[in-house]
């Protein structure tokens, strides 16, 4: 019998939903304000890439979710 993955065990999968919306958060903030700077546009590509950042953050969490659910149900079968 194979040995499962430790990156597939609940507690994993969900302790990294929340850290997905948050480094996605900051990575996108950051490099927005880096642009910003570089460029000399004030807060356009900070909102841009921050709301990127999110939208990828909270779409991670929910291949998260899918993942978590798919744990349960294959715990049940």
């Known amino acids: ?3 499962k993955e430790k990156t597939n065990t609940p507690l994993f999968i ?6 997905h919306i948050i480094s ?3 990575v996108g903030g950051v ?4 642009l910003d700077f570089w ?7 900070f ?3 921050l709301l990127l950042g999110i939208i990828a953050g909270f779409m991670n969490m929910f ?3 899918k993942r978590l659910m798919q744990y349960h149900d294959d715990e049940d079968n």
């Open 1 to 3: 019998m194979p040995k």
């Open 24 to 26: 996605g958060t900051i």
């Open 31 to 34: 490099a927005g304000y880096l």
């Open 14 to 19: 969900a302790s990294s939903m929340g850290l």
């Open 47 to 49: 909102l841009i890439l």
């Open 63 to 65: 291949t998260d979710a």
């Open 39 to 45: 460029l000399g546009t004030k807060p356009i590509f």
